[in-house]
Each structure stands twice: as C-alpha cells, then as structure tokens.
C-alpha cells in the first residue's frame, strides 16, 4: 500500500536521519504496490527514495492472486488465468440489475470498465470482488484497476471513476509544484441559490502556492480526461468550479482509527456518491 509504505519510508529517514531511502539501502531495486493507484505518489516515491529503482503493480487480496505486472515498462498487469480462477467480467452499466450480464474472456474489449466475477478452488461462487478494471491487452490479456464499484461520482451524470481523479492530482500537482498525501471527493448538491459541485478535501505533503490555482489545474485535468464531466463543467451548467479544502496533515489517519481501520490495507476512500465520509472527515479534529 503506497500510502502505508510513505509513512514507513518518513520514519525510517527520521531515525536514520537520511534524506533518501537508498542512502539507507544501497540495493533497493524493487518496489512492489498494490490496494491504491500508485500515480499520485510516484513523485513523491522517486523523492524520497532517491536514484532510480523498478516499480511493480501487484493485484491480489484475500479472495485470490488476480494478476501483476510483467514489466515496469509497459502500462497494465498480466491477468493470471491458470491460478485456480474462473473469471467473468460485468460491464459497469449492468451493476446492481436483477440479473446482470457478463462476459468471458473471449468477449472483452479494450478500453471499457468491468466489475470481475470470480469463482474459485477455495469454495467462492460467482463472487462479485467490488473492483473495476479495463483491459489494457487481449493478446496477453493485460488488466489495471480502475476504481471500486462503490466509490465513484455521478451526481450530475459525470460519471467520474477514481482513475479519473487520480490522474487528475498527478496533473495538478505537475502543474503547481505540489505533493499530496491523500484525498476524497463527494458531490455538493445543486441548491436554491447555486447549481452542483464537487468538494475535496486534500492532505497535502506539500501545499501549492496557489490553492485555487490547484483547483483551476484539477478541474481542467478532469476536463480533458472525463468528457461527460466536461460536459456538465461547460459554462457551468450542472458543476461549478470544485471546492478545495487543504486538511491538516493526520485528519485522515484519525478518521481511519476512529473506524478502526489504521494501518494494514485499509485506506480513505477516494470518491463517494453522498456527503456521509466527506462530512465525517470534516468534523475530525486532532
């Protein structure tokens, strides 16, 4: 988990007082992630790490060994179909139907978000593993996790996944100069005297100078990924420019124990379709 490993790294050069991992260990060659999208910390990675080493993307849990990455050069992970796992793919739109559809491997397409369905050697039966994925490859049949089937934003008809918004931080902080810790976004709902948006509440390791220049960065980054999120965003009809909030560093950390949820493989959600965690979060006080 990138964002556990961040807090190991942090206190590993507090102790040793070393500015970089490598001064630490000469070796490291090899980070292997999984759990989050590793793109809003790879800056932040090389940084503190120091010297250039192989990033891996592993994708496993506690219900089977679903693929990894074969090579740090090429994007999407090598499905793994030979491991005790019978996989079938739903299309993101027949989510929560009576009877949903699903397709095999013979069927897919690149490009398009799926929820996978798995049955398994330990005793599983068309378990729905709650991820979405895409194939980035048919021949081998490559995968990268696309968000998780609950946590996305569609208030408006914006139909933003967390690879959107995760995309979209690395953008702006390219842009800015800034360095974030973690986030989570929910919907502002439309009201008598403004129409919609989407509010953030961000940690940053590093604030940008300007936070509404970062909000400006973010909402265009998301333009240029999400066309039906450019499309509510056109002169504001449906979403105005998003609300920033820089929280102060460890909120996060206290909401997950307040939930019993501290370290391990539990994480901040990243996108939620109401207020319940934003406003949650927000109350957090250290």
Same mark, same amino acid.
């Given at each position: 988990?990138?964002?556990?490993?961040?807090?190991?790294?942090?206190?590993?050069?507090?102790?040793?007082?070393?500015?970089?991992?490598?001064?630490?260990?000469?070796?490291?060659?090899?980070?292997?992630?999984?759990?989050?999208?590793?793109?809003?910390?790879?800056?932040?990675?090389?940084?503190?790490?120091?010297?250039?080493?192989?990033?891996?993307?592993?994708?496993? =849990?506690?219900?089977?060994?679903?693929?990894?990455?074969?090579?740090?050069?090429?994007?999407?992970?090598?499905?793994?179909?030979?491991?005790?796992?019978?996989?079938?793919?739903?299309?993101?739109?027949?989510?929560?139907?009576?009877?949903?559809?699903?397709?095999?491997?013979?069927?897919?397409?690149?490009?398009?978000?799926?929820?996978?369905?798995?049955?398994?050697?330990?005793?599983?039966?068309?378990?729905?593993?709650?991820?979405?994925?895409?194939?980035?490859?048919?021949?081998?049949?490559?995968?990268?996790?696309?968000?998780?089937?609950?946590?996305?934003?569609?208030?408006?008809?914006?139909?933003?996944?967390? /690879?959107?918004?995760?995309?979209?931080?690395?953008?702006?902080? /390219?842009?800015?100069?800034?360095?974030?810790?973690?986030?989570?976004? =929910?919907?502002?709902?439309?009201?008598?005297?403004?129409?919609?948006?989407? /509010?953030?509440?961000?940690?940053?390791?590093?604030?940008?100078?300007?936070?509404?220049?970062?909000?400006?960065?973010?909402?265009?980054?998301?333009?240029?990924?999400?066309?039906?999120?450019?499309?509510?965003?056109?002169?504001?009809?449906?979403?105005?420019?998003?609300?920033?909030?820089?929280?102060?560093?460890?909120?996060?950390? =206290?909401?997950?124990?307040?939930?019993?949820?501290?370290?391990?493989?539990?994480?901040?959600?990243?996108?939620?379709?109401?207020?319940?965690?934003?406003?949650?979060?927000?109350?957090?006080?250290?």
């Amino acid at each position: 988990m990138p964002t556990w490993t961040l807090v190991l790294i942090k206190r590993i050069l507090e102790i040793t007082g070393k500015q970089t991992l490598k001064e630490v260990w000469p070796s490291l060659e090899l980070y292997i992630h999984g759990g989050v999208s590793f793109t809003p910390y790879r800056e932040q990675f090389k940084k503190l790490i120091g010297g250039g080493i192989n990033y891996l993307d592993m994708y496993n =849990a506690s219900e089977g060994f679903f693929a990894a990455q074969d090579s740090p050069d090429e994007d999407g992970m090598l499905l793994f179909t030979q491991h005790g796992i019978f996989y079938e793919f739903m299309p993101v739109d027949e989510y929560g139907k009576p009877s949903p559809k699903t397709v095999g491997l013979k069927e897919v397409v690149t490009g398009k978000n799926y929820a996978p369905v798995i049955s398994t050697t330990g005793g599983l039966w068309r378990y729905l593993i709650g991820d979405t994925i895409q194939f980035t490859s048919l021949n081998p049949y490559k995968i990268k996790v696309t968000g998780r089937l609950k946590y996305y934003m569609n208030a408006f008809g914006e139909e933003v996944i967390v /690879e959107n918004t995760d995309k979209a931080i690395a953008a702006a902080c /390219e842009k800015t100069g800034a360095v974030v810790n973690d986030y989570t976004a =929910a919907p502002v709902y439309f009201s008598d005297n403004s129409n919609g948006a989407h /509010e953030w509440l961000i940690e940053f390791e590093k604030e940008p100078a300007n936070l509404q220049q970062f909000a400006y960065e973010l909402d265009c980054a998301l333009k240029s990924i999400n066309s039906d999120y450019e499309a509510k965003r056109h002169k504001d009809i449906a979403l105005r420019l998003p609300i920033i909030h820089s929280l102060k560093k460890g909120i996060f950390c =206290a909401w997950l124990k307040s939930k019993g949820k501290l370290g391990g493989q539990h994480k901040v959600p990243r996108l939620s379709n109401d207020r319940k965690y934003l406003e949650e979060i927000m109350n957090i006080t250290l």
